[in-house]
């Protein structure tokens, strides 16, 4: 896992397995407290990274020996940008799923994790651009109170 910081935010890269994707979302996590982004918004980022980042290594990656994911996080004063891209295979369709509304036992495998995603996420939108994957996510960010 490689982590690479700037004026303007931070990349973190790593190999597409559930060991180090486990370890990129933990170090996005710790930047994200590092720049007093709250527990609980940080929480939020975190479990919807959790499953957008699973679903690049468990389909995107399926069946390929190796692959990089790249996330890229620029914080603006009142929102996260997020940027996730990869080599994997495209999304079903060219579309996100839907993420619809239901008991998780009635889903079909990760329709419930796109439901969280939706819910957790202020703006997601995908894109295959030649042979990339980016998926973008922006979170909006409470106003601070004053000190």
Known sequence: MNLDTDRAGFLVTFSANDLEARDGICAIAGQL???GISEERT???E???AEAINNVVEHAYAGVESGRIHVTCH???DRLEIRIHDR????P???LPN???AEPADLPEGGFGWFLI???ASEIRYERRGDKNLLWLRFDLPEKPDA
């Open 88 to 91: 994997g295979r495209p999304m």
């Open 47 to 49: 479990i919807a990274l």
């Open 118 to 120: 939706r819910q957790l």
């Open 75 to 77: 914080l603006r004063a």
């Open 43 to 45: 929480g939020d980022v």
């Open 99 to 101: 993420g619809e509304p």
């Open 33 to 35: 407290r590092q720049q």
């Open 93 to 95: 369709g060219g579309d």
